[in-house]
């Protein structure tokens, strides 16, 4: 597993020195519309803690950080229409998952069909 990096973009964004467009606060998470969005809605929800990736999160953080960052996915879902037509829930996490920040972050993404989940590859 990497290391946590505090100068990585999310960090900077929880620190207020790069702006984001906000759909969701509370105490423990943060959750902002995607600048590159890959669907109608594309938000990220992110905790507010120091964690690389899920594999961390999941090892270290708290009862409440666990409970709270779920229900920040719940509540995007909800802000942003997407609840009752449904919608995709995704982290990237390590080399081979392509993530490109090391801070974990969910991508909520819906509005429109989402396709397949993955290619199939022979």
């Known amino acids: 597993m990497a290391s946590y990096d505090d100068n990585n973009i ?5 620190r207020g020195e790069i702006p984001c467009n906000k ?3 509370d105490d423990f998470t943060l959750s902002f519309h995607d600048i590159a969005p890959q669907a109608p809605v ?9 964690y ?9 953080a708290s009862a409440e950080e666990i409970v709270g960052f779920t229900a920040a ?6 802000k942003t229409g997407i609840s009752e037509s ?3 829930i995704i982290s990237n996490i390590g ?7 090391p801070h974990l972050h969910m991508h ?3 509005g429109a069909p989402t396709g397949r989940m993955l290619t199939k590859r022979s």
């Open 23 to 25: 759909c969701d606060e």
């Open 86 to 88: 449904g919608y995709r």
């Open 42 to 50: 594309h938000v990220l929800v992110i905790p507010k803690g120091r």
């Open 95 to 101: 080399d081979d998952g392509h993530q490109e920040v």
């Open 52 to 60: 690389v990736d899920y594999a961390d999160f999941a090892a270290n």
């Open 108 to 110: 909520v993404v819906g």
């Open 73 to 78: 996915i719940k509540r995007v879902a909800e």
């Open 10 to 14: 999310f960090a900077k964004i929880l």
